[in-house]
């Protein structure tokens, strides 16, 4: 049996893109081994293949980067192994070393347009990683990504236009869908929910939590975790929302799907103010969907485009705290419109097929032989 190593810098525990990764080589014949590393909050791992998640000394910025790829690189060396998949920029390095002093094959799965991220804006680090990406991607032959913006983006940059397959879930059994009481929710309170394991900076969650203090008959749920959550803690406590914003943190998919279902309506707020927030199609649109609510979201492309394509909710044109406030109110209102906007969800979910972007991530590595 052939062997796929596949390599990310997270905890493995949230990213279901990956999960279908190693799925769709198990169904290929694959042995897979599932690479990632160990957090102190990490959550424990059921999965039909092998993982190995690595205890690093650091846990971020650039020794952490340097300790995962030197750990990765010598892993692959020893490993027995015929291809590997390297998902992001931050795992290109060592797998594309390994593979060439091995003679293996790589895959390179692009989540995001890494070069663009915030983070990175305006410092010297970006350089870095622009220099890792300019000398290796024109060199690759197998690369992915999530959708057509950062193809195109891609290919102006390096006139090679990556295969794309979105962050559309293949169907999962979620169980009966619980009562709001079991899940310590009130029943009369209209619902929001922001969740993801990226609620960073810029991406509007700041603003969802301001909007709150204008909606007392509302609830926020935030689930997951990024680097602005300790602003969004902050902004609780100082606001006095404790009884309208809920912090819940990560937890197993089947869980957070079960608040999901729960609520009125999903939010997906990322500000027009990088190329990668602009270019972004992230998996929670597709969870809103598939949980039967309609969503609020901001006016990027990739979103914006999918959400009118199906009236599965509303598009704003600006993402501050009142414009998130006025919209809210009008949709929990106006209860024969959020009626005919959950309908067109549900329609939305049914359309989105998962299976279609598996036939196509199946045809990439069909392609290798």
């Not at 220099?131 to 991607?137: D, G, N, Y």
């Not at 709001?180 to 929710?185: F, I, P, Q």
């Not at 909710?313 to 929990?332: N, T």
């Amino acid at each position: 049996m052939p062997r796929a190593i596949v390599a990310v810098t997270n905890d493995l525990s949230t990213d279901n893109r990956v999960h279908r990764t190693c799925m769709v080589l198990c169904d290929l014949g694959y042995e897979v081994l599932l690479v990632g590393r160990q957090l102190p909050g990490s959550l424990p791992l059921e999965r039909p293949y092998e993982t190995k998640r690595m205890r690093l000394l650091f846990r971020k910025g650039a020794l952490f980067y340097a300790e995962y790829n030197l750990r990765l690189f010598l892993l692959l060396l020893f490993a027995r192994f015929k291809l590997v998949v390297a998902n992001d920029l931050d795992t290109l390095l060592a797998t594309f070393t390994a593979v060439r002093i091995r003679g293996k094959e790589i895959v390179y799965d692009s989540h995001e347009f890494f070069t663009e991220v915030p983070e990175l804006e305006g410092r010297f680090a970006r350089r870095v990683w622009l220099a890792f990406e300019r000398r290796i991607f024109p060199k690759l032959r197998h690369i992915i990504t999530v959708n057509d913006s950062i193809a195109n983006a891609y290919a102006e940059r390096y006139g090679i236009r990556p295969a794309v397959v979105r962050n559309i879930p293949m169907p999962r059994e979620l169980g009966p869908l619980p009562a709001r009481a079991e899940l310590g929710l009130p029943a009369d309170r209209f619902i929001l929910i922001l969740q993801g394991s990226g609620i960073n900076v810029l991406r509007g969650g700041e603003e969802a939590v301001d909007a709150m203090r204008e909606l007392p008959e509302c609830l926020l749920l935030l689930i997951g975790g990024g680097d602005a959550w300790p602003v969004l803690e902050r902004m609780v406590k100082e606001h006095g929302l404790q009884d309208r914003v809920r912090l819940l943190g990560r937890m197993p998919y089947e869980r957070m799907m079960q608040y999901t279902r729960n609520a009125d309506l999903g939010l997906s707020l990322d500000k027009d103010t990088n190329l990668n927030y602009r270019f972004s199609l992230p998996n929670k649109l597709f969870d809103y969907f598939r949980a039967s609510i309609p969503v609020l979201v901001s006016d990027l492309p990739e979103v914006a485009s999918i959400v009118r394509k199906y009236d599965a909710g509303v598009v704003i044109s600006r993402v501050e705290p009142s414009v998130i406030a006025a919209e809210v109110r009008a949709l929990r209102t106006d209860g024969s419109r959020r009626e005919g906007l959950r309908q067109n969800a549900i329609f939305a979910a049914a359309s989105l097929d998962g299976s279609c972007e598996q036939d196509a991530l199946k045809a990439v590595f069909q392609g290798l032989e």
